[in-house]
């Protein structure tokens, strides 16, 4: 951001994956809201039954990290950059609802304060970043989480691959919308958005490792209760 | 539920949200992910402007040091966030529906 040049600044910032308006169509936006809305229910549901008290502070500390680290862009190949969603991260360290709840607060402040991701897209966004991405993240490393038996890194294996797939198929969903709003049809959409995301989805795993690897140094107690612990 | 008696917790993580700010003048400002595709795939120009603009792009307007600005926008909106998602937490603690009453686990799954 500091060696931006003027053109640029004319233009629209659209991070990695945040829909600006006019990409998204009526329809689009408004099944994006309420698909959004749906599943925040259900979210706020689940994490009214089951939350802990310790997921409170967590759930601000990570939302907190997360608007943080999503401003971080760094390069990938072929002039673009990527940064950091943060789902994943969120749903292994908080469980999918709280972290579903958690990224919907980050999303709707860089939309609403920091004009990052439009308005009407902020259904379409929500639902992206913080349903699909939060969903995927969980599913994967619960599942590879099971064969931590095996070793102490397939921990770091599992969030790895959760954050690249997570990644992965937000950018899938943000793909299908751009097609359904005729912005771009499918057969283009998909492979440039699915082939963008590989890349950026390495720096997504590589971060997430990173700042589980950190949260077990420091305060494994905080994992504890969210890894299903295999040697007992 | 005290928020206070996690201060440690919140203070380091909120910390560390911070100093990762100060990092935001380094960031790549090449077009990301959906911008590239755009840009190649020719819907770029499809994108329209915010009707209003808060701290666009990150960075406080009136400073005109634009990595301070960045800086000080980041460190923003990391206690905004933190605020919004601390009070939806502290609500939906207090209005849990106490499936199980216990003060410090609580798996969710």
């Known amino acids: ?232 | 539920m005290k928020l206070q008696h996690y201060l440690g917790l919140l203070v380091v993580g909120i910390g560390i949200a911070v100093l990762i700010t100060f990092f935001s003048p380094l960031a790549s400002s090449e077009p990301d992910g959906l911008e590239k595709v755009a840009e190649n795939e020719g819907f770029i120009k499809e994108a329209k402007d915010a009707p209003y603009e808060v701290i666009a792009d990150y960075a406080l307007p009136w400073v005109d040091n634009e990595d301070v600005g960045t800086i000080l926008g980041g460190i923003i909106g990391v206690f905004i966030v933190a605020a919004i998602t601390l009070a939806a937490g502290v609500l939906l603690w207090r209005l849990r529906g106490a499936q199980r009453p216990t003060s410090s686990g609580g798996e969710p799954s």
């Open chain 1, 1 to 232: 951001m500091a060696m931006i040049d003027p053109a640029s600044l004319e233009s629209i910032e659209a991070p990695a994956m945040h829909i600006p308006d006019g990409f998204v169509s009526a329809p689009v936006a408004g099944v994006g809201f309420a698909l959004a809305g749906v599943a925040i229910g259900f979210a706020v549901w689940r994490a009214n039954r089951t939350i802990g008290e310790r997921f409170v502070p967590l759930m601000g500390v990570m939302a907190a990290f997360i608007f943080a680290a999503q401003m971080l862009n760094f390069p990938v190949a072929g002039g673009t950059s990527g940064h950091m969603v943060g789902g994943a991260l969120a749903a292994i360290l908080l469980g999918p609802w709280a972290a579903m709840i958690a990224m919907t607060s980050v999303v709707a402040v860089q939309a609403l304060v920091f004009q990052d991701g439009g308005l009407a897209a902020l259904g379409a966004n929500v639902f992206n970043m913080a349903v699909v991405a939060c969903l995927v993240g969980y599913v994967v490393y619960t599942v590879l989480i099971r064969f931590s038996h095996i070793a102490p890194w397939v921990r770091y294996v599992a969030a790895f691959a959760a954050a690249w797939f997570a990644v992965e198929l937000a950018a899938v969903a943000c793909s299908i919308e751009l097609a359904l709003s005729d912005t771009s049809p499918l057969s283009v959409a998909l492979p440039a958005m699915v082939g963008v995301h590989a890349a950026i989805g390495v720096g997504e795993g590589l971060i997430t490792v990173a700042a589980v690897a950190f949260v077990t140094a420091t305060r494994p107690d905080l994992l504890a209760a969210q890894v299903p612990v295999t040697e007992d």
